[in-house]
């Protein structure tokens, strides 16, 4: 694991030239408010060619007009996994994308906290969107990501609309949380039941650690930090989008109803017929109806 400091590079997945340079993804590992170093991409996504002056026709991707997405992903994903390449390039037609991998997950620093601390992994994210010249950023968080990105809007909403102005805010302009649970210690299902023996049993942090390459925190919340039902209900004026399938099963329907109902007039409900749970059972065409969902909701 690198323990690079932040902002430094520490590969990409081209090599840049005169001709690609403004399509170069970018890999850094960023540093969260708790010292947690973060494993991220930047893709800029689709770049317009400015044929401005007919004779020397540039690229350019005017980034502070283009919408970023930041993409939150589920427990035991990375930046790496196939799950989350194939969301990034969905989302990529519809601006740029920053994806990265939750502390405990992938090359990234720290222990997971399952939703907890995570919150401050997505703040670094959204901060380097912006930084990177973004003024509009939509956070698409999946299962575990999709609460994190409820209790992230909740707590930054405010404090980031202040900082705005700059280009440091961490908060959202625009929220997607797909097949996020309600409520915290939700053993309904066989597949809850067995995440919950990965994360409290000590031979569940080992096959964790060994078979899913997720290090889990030893140790309980303290305090329990805000429920995603709780969070929806502070989110207000940011646009908020749910997404759950009436098939997934993690959690049961009455979780994306609990959240759409706290959300109130802000927040839209799609209870999509035959999805399953989180990035694996969200195809194509929904990816393309969240991306343009997003765009529109950012103006």
């Known amino acids: 694991m690198s323990t690079g400091p932040a902002g430094h590079v520490t590969r990409s997945f081209v090599v840049p030239n005169s001709e690609t340079a403004d399509r170069t993804p970018l890999r850094r590992f960023l540093t ?20 401005s002056t007919p004779l020397s026709g540039h690229l350019s991707d005017h980034r502070s007009d283009h919408l970023a997405f930041v993409v939150a992903h589920g427990f035991t994903g990375d930046v790496d996994r196939p799950h989350v390449r194939r969301v990034a390039e969905a989302f990529a037609q519809y601006g740029a994308v920053v994806t990265f991998s939750f502390r405990g997950h992938g090359a990234s620093g720290g222990r997971s906290t399952v939703g907890d601390r995570e919150v401050l992994d997505l703040a670094a994210a959204v901060r380097w969107a912006r930084e990177l010249g973004h003024t509009r950023v ?15 809007a909740a707590l930054y909403g405010s404090s980031g609309r202040q900082e705005r ?4 805010g961490a908060a959202p302009d625009v929220v997607v949380s797909v097949s996020a649970p309600a409520r ?13 023996w990965l994360v409290t049993r000590p031979e569940g942090r ?26 929806a209900a502070r989110i207000a004026p940011t646009p908020l989008l749910i997404v759950h399938g009436d098939r997934d099963g993690y959690f049961p329907v009455d979780h994306p109803r ?9 927040g839209e409900l799609w209870l999509e017929p035959g999805m399953g749970h989180a990035e694996h059972a969200a195809d194509d065409e929904l990816l393309r109806r969240i991306g343009g969902w997003a765009v529109a909701q950012a103006g």
């Open 138 to 152: 939509a956070t698409v968080g999946f299962s575990m990501g999709g609460s994190v990105v409820l209790r992230h």
């Open 32 to 51: 969260t408010d708790d010292g947690v170093t973060i494993d991220a991409v930047y893709e800029p996504g689709v770049v317009v060619y400015d044929a």
């Open 206 to 231: 080992l096959v964790s650690r060994y078979g899913l390459r997720t290090r889990i925190h030893h140790q309980d919340w303290n305090p329990v930090p805000l429920s995603p039902v709780e969070a």
């Open 165 to 168: 102005g700059g280009r440091t």
């Open 258 to 266: 609990m959240l759409a109902d706290a959300a109130g007039d802000t």
């Open 184 to 196: 915290w210690y939700y053993r309904g299902t066989a597949p809850m039941r067995r995440l919950h």
